[in-house]
């Protein structure tokens, strides 16, 4: 029997040891730090700044021409108008001609038709093509065909510049050749 009691005493002896390190001192210590923590810590919170005055605001240009009014920009371009003195303007009155409705980057020349007297440009917009002459209208920017050669149509074009001032600028019309 003297091992069963043995088993015990060994049992007793590591429980009490195993005990004996929960002993409560360590943590007195440190509970009494933290209370003098507490005590000599002083909260210090800033007070908050007041907030800013809403002041209203009052519109008002209620009356004035709104900015973004179509009517405003007519009254400005008439005005430029008036003030222009420049003699080059489109005839806005004539009829327009069939070629004067697409761009000019859009129309070919294909070749050149000559009869007595007169020679004639052959230009295919779509697939349509049309003979023209000198004088003839062509392209969106009232293009007036000025000259005709084997090579090429050379137009005076009346164009806007930036100030609303109508120019004339030279533009041409190149043989594209079909390489089929």
């Known amino acids: 029997m003297m091992i069963p009691r043995f088993y015990w005493a060994v049992l007793l002896l590591t429980a009490s040891f195993a005990l004996s390190g929960c002993v409560d001192d360590s943590n007195q210590e440190v509970k009494q730090w933290m209370d003098e923590i507490r005590q000599q810590t002083r909260v210090n919170v800033p007070k908050l700044s007041e907030p800013k005055k809403f002041l209203p605001f009052s519109y008002a240009a209620q009356d004035s021409v709104d900015p973004y009014n179509p009517s ?72 007036m065909i000025t000259n005709i050669t084997d090579t090429e149509v050379e137009l005076k074009e009346i164009v806007q510049d930036a100030s609303g001032e109508w120019v004339e600028r030279q533009a041409k019309l190149e043989l594209q050749e079909n390489n089929k």
């Open 72 to 143: 405003k920009l007519e009254i400005a371009l008439a005005k430029a108008k008036a003030n222009s003195n420049s003699a080059l303007k489109p005839d806005m009155e004539r009829r327009r001609e069939p070629l004067e409705s697409y761009p000019l980057d859009t129309l070919r020349m294909v070749g050149t038709l000559q009869k007595p007297g007169i020679n004639y440009a052959l230009v295919q917009a779509d697939k349509t093509v049309f003979h023209l002459k000198v004088g003839n209208y062509i392209g969106q920017n009232f293009g």
